[in-house]
């Protein structure tokens, strides 16, 4: 999969089909061919996935709740206890007088105010090289309070689904790029900041921090559909926070490998990762090369690396290798 | 000879896997429009002004404010009175957008140098508003001139807002650097003129008597062109619904 089409697939392009033979480098094309020619595979694979399930690990689920739970606690605390640690909410902020501003709430304020803010682009060029350096989208799993909401409501939604009560109603990946393009059009047209009256991640932030109010209704309305019709509906096909920062993080450094020679093929990651099609290439016969980095739509949550029950799907740095 | 029966072109049905499809299209734009619809109700609150907002020192014109204000409240967190408060859902696109309740807690300054502008990242509060006698944020009107006591020539005694007033205000002569509840600050005076004796801003108001007749103590609130439209005012005003309050948004240039 190339760098190219995975940018396609972020703003809704179906994935690939499965690549012809003549694609594949060499490395690939031994171990798809080595893979085809196993026996008793059925065997290993139960027992390969009843090892994993007697030690499951939450180790990287159970990092970044940690770490939402941090990020969005200083905003809590710094107010509350008036120690001036990071002063604003999730939009903007300041780190020690050092400003920071929201990626996507700085391009709405821009487009709709039509002036270039001093303040605000020393907020947007630091908060643009942390995230492009920690991944672009991990600001979705790693920091923004609405995707903890949301995982709850997802596992509420999953519990209803097993028990036939609600069925996922997929969508259309290309609703998220035209809802950006809506938003950022309705902003420079009216002059009005439209999305962040329904952004729930400034919504929950703020009421985190300055106390509950009748807002919360509206994020309330939108876990109430993911848990009863659409998996992750936000998240997944429409919030233009996450487009941003997915443009952001299509050249990261940090993003997780997959590795092709050990993986079974059983697709247990795509079953719960919040951006299956970055995880088409753990198909079988998929996968072009050895290696393979996910595309920046990966929020670089960890579930699959939690759930490979192989290790096929490891946290990488690039560079990083060759430099130790 | 009779005709082959005529049949029309016939349509190929489409398969489960495009009906399928064609749903999950359909599903895609009614959420799409439910979303850009939910954001555009953010219009009514705006364009009806459901609710004019007395704005923080240093806020710019009022659809510049809210395109320009990135909803962070950071103005809100410096506030040492916390008169600062952010609007919610009923506001539309002045969600999270700051205001004032003057009545309720107003701005008084004591904070000294507008920390709030000095605290907003984007210029919505503009940063060329340095000091309190800069800001223009309304102007105070006597509204209600046959309630103000200083017009029925009455003295004031006890707490001018009752004792479980929450509001705060900074008594210099009490305390310098700390704002205390106006609870805990009983007056008596001869002839109320709290809105003059508590404006933080030098000659915005006099009490003006309305005769010469020096046994007549009755007088008149007058607004000069130094008043910022702070809320003060508003805030200390004994009586209730308050004689003077704020007109927001309110520019002597217009006036």
């Known amino acids: ?324 | 000879m009779a005709d082959a029966p005529k049949t029309a072109p016939k349509r190929k049905s489409p398969t489960v896997r495009q009906l399928r499809e064609r749903r999950r299209v359909l599903r895609s734009i009614g959420a799409g429009v439910g979303v850009i619809g939910a954001a555009l109700l953010g219009f009514f609150p705006v364009v009806k002004k459901w609710a004019e907002r007395l704005r923080p020192p240093g806020a710019i014109e009022e659809q510049e404010f809210l395109a320009a204000c990135i909803k962070c409240g950071q103005c809100v967190q410096v506030c040492p009175v916390e008169a600062i408060v952010l609007g919610d859902l009923d506001e539309g696109y002045g969600v999270g957008a700051p205001y004032i309740d003057a009545r309720k807690q107003a701005c008084d300054f004591s904070c000294d140098a507008v920390q709030c502008v000095l605290a907003c990242p984007t210029g919505a509060l503009s940063h060329d508003t340095d000091v309190k006698e800069q800001v223009t944020m309304g102007i105070a009107r006597l509204s209600r001139p046959k309630a103000c006591l200083a017009r029925l020539g009455q003295g004031f005694k006890g707490t001018a807002r009752g004792d479980d007033f929450l509001g705060l205000h900074r008594y210099i002569e009490v305390d310098r650097w700390t704002p205390i509840p106006i609870a805990d600050h009983p007056y008596d005076l001869d002839l109320c003129d709290l809105c003059e004796r508590e404006c933080p801003i030098e000659g915005a108001i006099t009490i003006e008597r309305n005769n010469f007749d020096l046994t007549d103590l009755r007088g008149t609130p007058v607004v000069f062109e130094t008043c910022v439209g702070c809320g003060m005012c508003e805030m200390i005003c004994p009586v209730d619904p308050p004689a003077i309050v704020i007109e927001k948004n309110a520019r002597w240039e217009d006036v």
């Open chain 1, 1 to 324: 999969m190339s760098l190219l089409s995975s940018i396609y697939e972020m703003f809704g392009k179906a994935p690939n089909k499965k690549p012809d033979d003549s694609c594949y480098t060499e490395g690939a094309c031994k171990i798809h061919s080595e893979k085809r020619d196993i026996k008793g595979k059925k065997e290993r694979v139960a027992a390969i996935k009843a090892e994993r399930d007697m030690n499951r690990s939450h180790k990287w689920r159970n990092r970044r709740w940690a770490s939402i739970f941090i990020v969005n606690g200083l905003f809590v605390l710094s107010f509350s206890l008036d120690i001036q640690l990071i002063e604003g909410s999730m939009s903007a902020s300041r780190v020690f007088g050092f400003h920071l501003a929201d990626l996507n709430a700085a391009l709405q304020v821009t487009l709709a105010f039509k002036e270039i803010l001093i303040n605000l682009v020393i907020g947007t060029v630091t908060v643009l090289i942390l995230w492009w350096l920690l991944g672009g989208r991990t600001f979705c799993s790693w920091a923004c309070p609405y995707h903890l909401l949301a995982e709850w409501a997802e596992e509420i939604h999953l519990k209803l689904a097993e028990m036939k009560m609600v069925r996922d109603m997929a969508m259309h990946r290309g609703l998220r790029t035209v809802l950006y393009i809506l938003f950022a059009g309705l902003a420079f047209g009216t002059g009005y900041t439209v999305f962040e009256a329904i952004s729930p991640v400034g919504i929950v932030s703020r009421a985190l921090i300055y106390g509950p109010g009748l807002a919360l209704i509206w994020v309330v309305v939108l876990l109430m559909f993911e848990v009863f019709f659409t998996r992750r509906a936000w998240c997944r096909y429409m919030c233009p926070i996450g487009l941003t920062y997915g443009i952001v993080g299509i050249t990261s450094p940090v993003h997780v490998r997959y590795e092709l020679e050990n993986c079974l093929h059983e697709g247990d990651c795509r079953q719960v990762c919040l951006v299956p099609h970055v995880l088409e290439v753990t198909k079988k016969g998929f996968a072009l090369k050895e290696q393979v980095a996910l595309g920046p739509d990966c929020t670089r949550c960890g579930l699959c690396v939690d759930i490979c029950p192989t290790g096929s799907l490891q946290f990488d740095v690039k560079g990083l290798n060759k430099l130790l």
